[in-house]
């Protein structure tokens, strides 16, 4: 039997990710469309995007925040390309994105005393093998096996390398030790269910010290240029974007950030992310064919929560099938209206990747379950 209760919202996918409850387009027509993100009132609204997510964030104030190009991945190889290099690199992966990260570096950028530790997905890289001494890459949240850092301790306080973090599934709900983190990146459309296309780039004092005394042995294209005559260009870390922003998506995340204010700040998001997760847990615990891919309960994203499909019957069925029979679990879904895009990350093991950050509803997440099953055993009997 088909369950009678229906998320209001299907949308379960981990970026873009779900608005915010109640977004509407008619807040878009705030938005200075038609004028230059250089007059005044462009400027005005991406110094308060700044403003607003460093002071939401407890951002340190001697810190820089900015917004760049290329959404989140473009703000990472901003500071890839334009930090490395001085330093051996210890580069952290336990999931597709950390792994593209190790590519760029070892691959492209070509660096010879880099060190991979790489973990299987579900689980994370011994962390206390990491060498402080060198610059450190890593994702906080590896958004494709639902694997986050349990918290910061692992990271030394008097570091002699950067920490570069890819925070992009994490930023606004967890918690993040801002002090032990050099470069923080996150974008707009995975927590804040904003849009996609810019990046916010945070860097500490250290990163911008090592910004304006190494000088890459590569070139580097305009828009990973944070330097002009070996001075950071201060300019980006107040709206002056480097090239052209869309004023839209500006509008929107505004809306976003706005909103977040208004449910009670950072504490209040993570709580309505930590509800989402706690929901899944209890339905896992209950039910016989389902297991998190994150084997430990404090590595578990509460954003990006991945599962595998633990039953002895779809165990036992070879490696294409189990893959189509997890594919037509979450079509299924999409189908029926219930759950848009919750199929596992095409690089991970076949299962389920349902996004619970702040923008999704936790009476959404609740009626969402009781589908789950009903899809399951659809699936499995060949319906
Ligand atoms: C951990 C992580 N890094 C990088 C990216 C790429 O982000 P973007 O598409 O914003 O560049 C994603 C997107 O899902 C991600 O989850």
Known sequence: MQPSNRPKRPHFSSGPCAKRPGWSTSLLEAAAVGRSHRAKIG????????????????????????????????????????????????????????????TDVTRQLKLEKARSLVAD??????????DFGNDVVFTWNG??????????????????????????????????????????????QKVLGGEGGHGMLALSPRAV???????????????????????????IFR???????????????????????????????????????????????????????????ELRSCTSICLQITDPWFRGLDESERAARAKQLAA???????????????DAPPGLRIWGGVTVENEDMEALLPWLDWAYHEVKAGG
Do not use: H
């Not at 599934?169 to 002090?179: G, H, Q």
């Not at 910004?211 to 590569?218: D, F, I, R, T």
């Not at 828009?223 to 300019?235: A, N, P, S, V, Y």
């Open 43 to 102: 400027k005005q609204k991406l110094a308060a995007v700044i403003d607003r997510s460093r002071s939401l964030l407890g951002i340190p104030a001697d810190y820089r925040l900015g917004i760049v190009p290329a959404s989140d991945t473009g703000a990472v190889e901003m500071a890839l390309w334009s930090l490395l290099g001085p330093r051996g690199v210890d580069l952290l992966a336990w999931e597709s994105f950390g792994a593209g990260w190790v």
């Open 121 to 130: 997905y579900g689980e994370l890289p011994d962390l206390s093998e990491v």
């Open 143 to 188: 958004t494709t096996s639902g694997v986050r850092v349990p918290n910061g301790d692992w990271i030394s306080a008097d570091r002699a390398g950067l920490t570069i973090c890819d925070a992009t599934s994490a930023v606004f709900a967890m918690d993040l030790p801002w002090e032990k983190l050099d470069v923080i990146t996150w974008s707009w």
């Open 209 to 235: 010290s090592r910004l304006e005394s190494y000088v890459p042995p590569w070139p580097l294209p305009k828009i990973f240029r944070m330097t002009k005559g070996g001075k950071l260009i201060e300019g």
């Open 239 to 297: 709206g002056e974007t480097i090239n052209t922003p869309s004023l839209l998506c500006v509008e929107d995340v505004i809306d976003a950030l706005a909103w977040i204010e208004e449910i009670g700040g950072q504490r209040v998001a993570q709580e309505r992310s930590e509800a989402n997760l706690a929901s899944i847990a209890r339905w896992v615990e209950q039910t016989d064919w389902v297991g998190f891919l994150a084997a430990r309960p």
């Open 332 to 346: 299924r879904l999409e189908a029926e209206g219930i759950a848009y895009d919750i199929g596992s990350y095409r």
